[in-house]
Structure formats: C-alpha cells, structure tokens
C-alpha cells in the first residue's frame, strides 16, 4: 500500500471530545447508572412502515436504532444491523419490507438506575451495541456503545490501538456490488468492510453507508458499487497513537470504527466495542488493586449507606474491635451500643454525619472484650455524580496509647500555666507583694515591692522576714503602726488599710491576709500601695476647690454678662439676616420690574438697528441698543448676585458631553474675538473624557464670564482656552480650563481683590470697559457651587490666566475619549419640540398687560408674516382662545385678574393643544421649570431678543429661512 496518500490521515493533535450535556466522572469506586449517560431522545416506529422510511428517519437524524412501538407497546428495535442482515442481505427485495419483518425481537431492556459496568457487560455477554432503558416501565431512553465508550474515555488510558486492534481486516474489492459486501459483512458478522483498489486502501463500507446510501435512497444493492457508497477518504491512526485519542476521534467524527495504518500499510481496525473491552479490563484491573490496597491497609476503613448502616469494614476494623466475624457490624447500624462508653454519643455522631459534610470527632469506644478504646474519625459522603449523597466513608485512628499520656502532661501543662499566670499577676500590679510563710521566712516578692522600699534584691535573698521588718521600721515615721500588725495571728486579716509615713516623705497604704494552704492559715500576705501621689493630689484638689469657690461668684457674675450680650448678639444677627433677604428680595423684584421696560427699549431698539436709516440716526438707534445690552448685563449680575446671597442658587450635577460644551463655547464666543482681531482657540492639551458629570449650565456660565472678560480686557494678541485632566484627593479626576489671554494684565495689589464684591483693578476699568465688578464674584461663588476651585496668575500689559478647576465625577478610563478632531453636535433643545405645518396665515394669540412690549411682540410677529391678536390678561386668553382658532399662544406669566400659570392651565384643562410659549420678565432659578410644569411648550425670557425669538418661534410654526439667519 505504498502510495497511500500521507494527506488523508487526520490531524490527531486537533482532535477533541465535543461537549456533553451532564459532567461524568468516573473511578474504579463510584459508576455511573444509565441515566447518567443514556441517550434521553428516542425516536419510535410503526411496525408496518416500509423499510425505506425507517432508514430515511435513522439517515436523516443520524442516529442507528428506532425503538418498534404499537399501541403504546415496546415490540422490538430496528437496527442498521437489521438492515444489514435481514433486508439487503435477505432474499426479498428490502424496498418492499416493513420494519416488522426485520426488526430485533425480543426487546432487551434494562432499568435506568442499572450501573453503566452492568449494562456494557449485558451487551458484551449478548453481542449487541445498544440497549432501551426503561423507568417504572415506561420508555426512558437509550443507552448505546458510544454511549459507554464516551463516558468511559473520562478514565486515564494511555494503551496503544496497537494492543486493542482487531488484526483481522475484511477487505473486498471497491468495485464489487453493495450486495456482495453486505453478504460478505453478514457471513463474517462484520460491522464493516476495507475497500481495496489497485491494491490501496481505497475507503470504509460500514452499516450506516448502507442504511443511508443505500436503503434510505432505495437504490437496488446488487446494482450498486461499492465505490458509489462507501466512505471516503479513509479516517486512520497510527498503532502507536492512544486509545483515549483513538476514541475522542471517533466521536468527533461521529464514526465507530478507525482504520489503523502507518507508511500507507494496513495493519487492523480499531472499534468502539475493542474501546469498551479495554476499559473495562482497565477499570477492573484497578478495582482489584484499589480492594487489595483496603484489605492490607493497617488503617481502620468503613463505609456506610444513607441510613448510616455498616455496609464494608476491612480487617484492620475487625481486629481493633476483637470482632470475630463482619456480621456484628456489616449491615447493622455503625457502632453499636454494646461498643460505646458513653450511649449517647452514638447519636451526636450519626447526626453530624447525616449532615453531609466532612466530620472529625474524637470518640471513647470499647472493644468487643470490653477494652477502652480511644480513636479519632474522619468522615466524608459519598456523592454520585449527580452531586447526590449516596453513603459516607471514613476512617478510625487508634489514640489509646497516647491517652493517658496526653492526660498527664495536659495536667502538668495546667500547674505550670497557673504559676506563670499567678507570677505575671503580681509582677503585673502597681502594688508591692511580699509572702511570708509560718517560720516568718520570705516566700516570694514582687520587684514593685522591692522599688517601693528602695530595698536589693541581695537583701531579701538572706534577710529573714523579722529581719528585714526591722529594715523597714527603721524607714518609717510611724513605725508602732507598723510593729501592732505584726504582733497579731498570722490567721487574721486587716479590714482597712493602714497608713505608713515613709522618712522618704513617701505614703503607703498596707494590707494584710493570711495565706491559706488546704483550710490552714500557713503565713501572710502583705500588700503596700503606694498612695503619695493619690495623698498629694487630693490636698491639691481640696486647695482647688476652695480657690474654685471663690472664683465661683466672678464666673456667675461673667456667665450673666454673657448670656445678656449673647442674646443682644442673637437679636441682631436675626435682624442682620432679615435685612439680608429683605435686600435680596428686593433686589429680585427690582430685577423683574427693570426687565419689563428693557423689553421695550431693547426690543425696539434692535429693530431700529436693522432699519434703513440716516447715518446720525443709525448711530444713535446702535448707542440705544448698545447701552441696553449693557443695562442688561449689570441687572443679570445683580440677578445672579442676590441668587447667591439669598441661597436660591442650586446646581444639578447631570451627565455632560464635554465636547458639545466646548463647541457651545467656541461658536458663542470666537465671533466676538474676531469683531477685536484676537486669535482664539480651545486646546485639548491631554486625553478627555467624552462624557463627565456636572451642571452644565453652571459651567457654561463660568466659561462664558472668564471668556467675555478676556476678551473684553484684550485688545491684541490670543484668548486661548487650554481644557486638561488633572489628579489629586486619592486620584479622583478634575477637569482643567485655563483661560489665558494677552491683555492689559493685573497688578499684585489688585490681584488680592480682584475675587472681591463689586471689585475692579481700578477706576479707570471701571471707565474704561465698564461692568459691576460682579462677574469674578459671582464665576468664583459658582465654581465652589460644582465643588471646584477659580485661581488667577498675572503680569501687567502681558496678559492673565484664570485657571478653573471642578471635578469630572467619572473615572476617565471607563468614558470614551474626547476626538479633539471630532465636531460636536449640534445641541438639541431638551424641551418637547413640535413642528406645524399650514398652508393659511398663520394665527398667534398675544396676552401681554404692557402695552410698549404688546407694541414690539406685534411687529415681530407681523414682520414674520403672522397675523397676532392681543389680550391684555389671562382670562382674556382663555375666552378668547374658547371662541376662535389659534395656531400659537404667547402668554406672558405676571397679568392681572389671571397670570400666565393659572391661563395656561385652564387652556390645557379646556383641550387646547397647540403649543403655548411663556414670555416673562422672571429669572429665578425655577421660573422655567414652573412654566413646563403649568403646560407651556417652551419659555423666553424678557427683554425678548430679536434672534431668540424667531428661533424659539421656528420650531413650531414656519419662518421664512431669511429672517431666521439675518
């Protein structure tokens, strides 16, 4: 077989087990039932239907049995086999048979909780490859030689298919009839045959070819070739590859048969039966040994079932319990009573163990001769491979030996804890201890003792105990204190301390115990405490109190004093506070009622600017508009200013596209910049976030004032805005924006004050530029309101930098990044936007009590082609709109007899649906949200600007495009 092709050998290293439904284990221990890997999808069959649909359903599901069933009754299974045999090989024709002529009856079934060892050897003993798995007697499913053979490969085997082959090789020509090879296969009783051409390996016929190329197709199989239906090419290994591998091959490819060949030479067939055999000679091999190992083992083993009853002892259990014979223990419950010390302890164990988990205990048993014996246990359950428990096995050591060993130095071990925990007792107190016995001996004393009296330890090794109370006598001011103690019975004790006068001006306290040794007083017990300290502090504290006394009457007199200042302090800091919201009332409302005449003067006034006038009047009606902007801007920093001082300013930290931010800022203020001839750029100098949380208009607001000044206070040169990621607080994110710019610079003594109310460097800003000195004021209170900070560096006529700095709120490293490439988009308007179509003019209905700001609404609207009617209150709009059609509403919020909340309201409550705009001269932080909440569509706020106006206007009705852009 020299040129056999090297290509058509399989690449073994790729090969791999597919994956299962159920996780198998096995060991030489524990089998698996044949539930576990059974084949739970059966497909059944009439015993009338043709031959040729039963092969087209095996072919087309792939699989190799049908399970024959009539009226709810198992008949017979239908293999490829049967196929074989009975029907090609047969002499009818096969495409005229039913499956009740061919199939395999009786029917071999087996109980689905039968172990797997039972089963495979069930089918080797009556030569079959499959076997239908019956639970309470109802169809369960199928348990075939793949179905052993994959669960078995899960146990090491490392034989060669050399060792397991089958040598003897049927091989036949390629060119015979499929008739002739099933004749062949049949005679032999043969699974398959080689295909031989030109004296090469040419492929495989086996049962399946036959039942799907053949039967299924129902094609005649005396007319046809071998070559037409085998399979091809042939799926070989080498004989040294492993069995294991050999196997996972075969179920990769779904085959039950590999061709064994080396350097194009046949040398035999490897099967999923020589498979199956292999391992169970293997798994038997290793169970022997595994029971050998038991029966030898000097350790004392047992296993028990569910019910904690005995169901395996080995010999060294018998003979550490003088057993004679296994039935005093196998099968009865463990242990016993007749071998326990202690009965109850029996049921203690059996409790822990029906438990389930690991169980270690110490136990007091007896022999069968009544000898004591002492053993630990080790105990853990036996799980199937379902995870269920079914028994416990553990194992006993023998500790009698080391017992009472154990016992003795256990209590050798407590005498001599006691005595260190006594000696660090009394080298542990403050107190000095000194033991005498009955002979007036010194037993013991404390080195606090021997500080105390200022005494060596030289002295007390040789000094009997009157000896040595002489010593201390001899340092006492009041030694017969002292002496009278000692005159009594070592048996009595002292009720109170005795005081001791030290000539070292030091003072004691002494008590006295006996020492009591089994009942009998057998010496003393003296304790000295050294109370100098204690004596001294209390003469000190008596002298305290008596100069506190006298100092007593002073702190009431102070105390009175205080409590009436304090409550003058208290009556004008409430009267300070009230002043305070009173001014910033006050200064709300002066707000509100300005705005409602800046309307007129603003809105007019713009319009005059798009007039085609005289040059003098062009420049006056510009100086009107100018002085009007300006006007503008002071109330709305007095506005923000009296927000702040009357705490109505809050903030809403939300998610922010930062690069929306920065395109906002650079189409608002590079215009402005290029008005002056200034460079202006936003630089991205490190990699941003895309996203960030904080409250944009806030930040958009502080962005815009450190802008508008640099811009306003340069005259040639840059404003650049350098936008960076900076760490600190325990690397939390900030976000960086340093405004710098190249004009007129602040000197060191303004610099202090620049943060300051109503602060400008000088008069002459003032003059020159003009402003409240609110703005940095109010960006600094702002960036505080984000938990940020607002710092500024400058030099005079070169130029400043206001660095502000908030935190991000996000972790950089998990937000997409900022592309400074990348133009952001337009943003989108966050309140509802409803666009109208109509072909007729369209109809806006005004309500406004000002007659100037009815005068300009009224040429705006007609100037933009729409037809207005005005009403001068809300209730005037509610009839009104009752009785004619509106495309619009403008509906000012501060009316008479009904405002704008109430009117829009009742409108909404009246089913009017078009959209309503609130026009006002409120600007509190809320009056827009007030204004969605009563029903409005949208809000623009007094005085109305020109462009503000159509581009609020045009989203709900159409606006010439020329009018919006001009």
């Not at 163990?353 to 080790?378: N, Q």
């Not at 194992?395 to 006691?418: H, P, W």
Request: glycine share 4%; aromatic share 4%.
């Amino acid at each position: 077989m020299s040129g056999f092709e090297s290509n058509s050998h399989p690449v073994l290293a790729d090969s791999h087990m597919r994956s299962q439904e159920h996780h198998l284990l096995l060991s030489s221990k524990q089998w698996l039932q044949v539930r576990d890997i059974m084949t739970e999808r059966v497909r059944t069959i009439e015993p009338d239907t043709s031959v040729v649909s039963a092969a087209k359903v095996m072919a087309d599901n792939i699989i190799s049995c049908l399970v024959v069933k009539e009226n709810h009754t198992l008949l017979g299974i239908l293999t490829e086999t049967d196929l074989l045999k009975r029907a090609v090989n047969g002499t009818g024709d096969f495409r005229k048979m039913t499956v009740r002529q061919i199939m395999s009856q009786p029917l071999q079934t087996v109980e689905s909780h039968m172990s797997a060892l039972q089963a495979s050897r069930l089918m080797e003993e009556e030569g079959i490859r499959r076997l239908v798995v019956l639970n309470e007697g109802e169809l369960a499913g199928i348990v075939t030689q793949t179905d052993m053979v994959r669960a078995l490969t899960t146990y090491n085997m490392w034989k060669n298919v050399s060792d397991i082959m089958s040598s003897q090789v049927a091989v036949i020509a390629a060119s015979v009839n499929v008739k002739q090879g099933a004749e062949v296969m049949a005679r032999q009783n043969l699974s398959c045959i080689v295909a031989m051409e030109n004296d090469e390996a040419s492929g495989v016929f086996t049962e399946r070819d036959l039942l799907k190329r053949v039967i299924a197709m129902k094609r005649n199989p005396a007319r046809t070739s071998l070559r037409e239906v085998m399979s091809k090419p042939i799926v070989s290994v080498p004989p040294n590859c492993s069995v294991i591998t050999a196997s996972q091959l075969m179920d990769k490819r779904k085959i039950r048969r590999l061709v064994v060949m080396e350097d194009g030479v046949l040398h035999g067939l490897i099967t999923q039966t020589d498979v199956l055999r292999a391992m169970k000679d293997k798994l038997a091999a290793e169970q022997k040994k595994h029971r050998k190992l038991l029966e030898e083992s000097s350790n004392h083993v047992f296993t028990l079932d569910l019910e904690a009853n005995t169901r395996y002892i080995n010999p060294a259990f018998r003979e550490l319990f003088e057993l004679k014979i296994d039935d005093e223990f196998v099968g009865q419950p463990f242990l016993p009573d007749s071998y326990w010390q202690n009965h109850q302890d029996r049921n203690l164990l059996i409790d822990d163990l029906l438990k389930g988990g690991p169980t270690i205990k110490e136990l007091a048993l007896r022999s069968a001769s009544g000898k004591d014996l002492y053993v630990t246990l080790f105990a853990v359950c036996m799980r199937s491979v379902r995870g269920e428990i079914v028994g416990y096995q553990g194992v006993l050591y023998d500790v009698t030996a080391k017992k009472e060993l154990a016992t003795l130095r256990r209590m050798e071990q407590q005498i001599r804890d006691s005595e260190d925990l006594l000696r660090a007792t009394l080298e542990s107190t403050a107190d000095g201890i000194l033991v005498t016995d009955d002979k007036h001996l010194i037993s013991h004393c404390n080195q606090r003792f021997l500080e105390i009296w200022e005494l060596s330890e030289e002295l007390i090794s040789y000094e009997r105990a009157k000896s040595l109370f002489d010593v201390l006598l001899n340092r006492l001011k009041n030694p017969e204190a002292l002496r009278k103690l000692l005159r009594r019975s070592i048996s009595e004790s002292s009720n109170q301390p005795t005081v001791l006068h030290l000539t070292s001006d030091k003072i004691l306290e002494l008590w006295i115990r006996p020492l009591m040794r089994g009942g009998q007083p057998s010496g003393r017990v003296c304790n000295f405490r050294d109370i100098t300290i204690h004596r001294k502090t209390q003469d000190a504290l008596e002298q305290a109190r008596r100069e506190s006394m006298e100092a007593y009457k002073t702190i009431e007199q102070a105390n009175q004093q205080l409590a009436e200042a304090a409550e003058r302090a208290k009556l004008l800091a409430h009267q300070a506070m009230t002043a305070n919201r009173a001014k910033s009332e006050f200064l709300a409302n002066m707000s509100h009622e300005i705005r409602t005449p800046m309307n007129a003067i603003v809105g007019f006034s713009e319009l005059l600017e798009r007039e085609d006038l005289e040059p003098e009047h062009k420049k006056f009606a510009n100086t009107i508009a100018q002085s009007g902007r300006n006007l503008l801007q002071l109330i709305d920093d007095i506005l923000d200013f009296s927000k702040i001082e009357a705490g109505k300013l809050t903030t809403e930290i939300i998610e922010t596209d930062l690069g929306q931010l920065l395109e906002g800022m650079d189409s608002l203020l590079r215009p402005k910049a290029h008005e002056k001839g200034l460079q202006f750029e936003i630089l991205q100098c490190d990699e941003l976030p895309k996203l960030i949380e904080t409250d944009p208009t806030r930040l958009r607001q502080c962005l815009i004032n450190l802008l508008s000044n640099a811009i306003k206070f340069t005259d040639t040169g840059h404003v650049y805005v350098n936008v960076s990621m900076e760490y600190r607080d325990r690397n939390r994110a900030f976000i960086r924006f340093d405004v710098e710019d190249t004009g007129i610079g602040i000197g060191p003594e303004q610099q202090e004050t620049i943060f300051d109310v109503f602060s400008q460097a000088d008069s002459s800003t003032t003059r020159k530029f003009g402003g409240t000195g609110l703005g940095l004021a109010i960006t600094r209170q702002l960036a505080e309101l984000l938990g940020g900070t607002l710092t500024m560096s400058s030099q005079m006529n070169r130029g400043s930098v206001f660095s502000l700095i908030i935190p991000a709120n996000v972790k950089p490293d998990e937000q997409p990044s900022l592309d400074k490439y990348e133009q952001a988009n337009e943003i989108q308007d966050e309140l509802p936007v409803e666009i109208h179509e109509t072909g007729s003019k369209i109809r806006v209905l005004v309500a406004e009590d000002n007659p100037a700001n009815q005068m300009l609404i009224d040429l705006l609207l007609r100037r933009a082609g729409l037809e207005s009617i005005l009403v001068g209150d809300g209730q005037e709009a509610v009839e009104k709109a009752a009785s004619e059609d509106f495309d619009l509403i403008l509906m000012d919020i501060q009316m008479p007899r009904m405002n704008g909340y109430e009117a829009t309201r009742e409108l909404r409550r009246n089913g009017f649906e078009k959209p309503i705009i609130a026009v006002t001269a409120h600007a509190m932080v809320g009056d827009a949200e007030k204004c969605l909440e009563a029903g409005c569509n949208n809000y623009i706020s007094k005085p109305v600007k020109r462009d503000v106006f159509y581009t609020i206007l045009a989203k709900y009705v159409n606006l010439p495009k020329a009018l919006i852009e001009e």
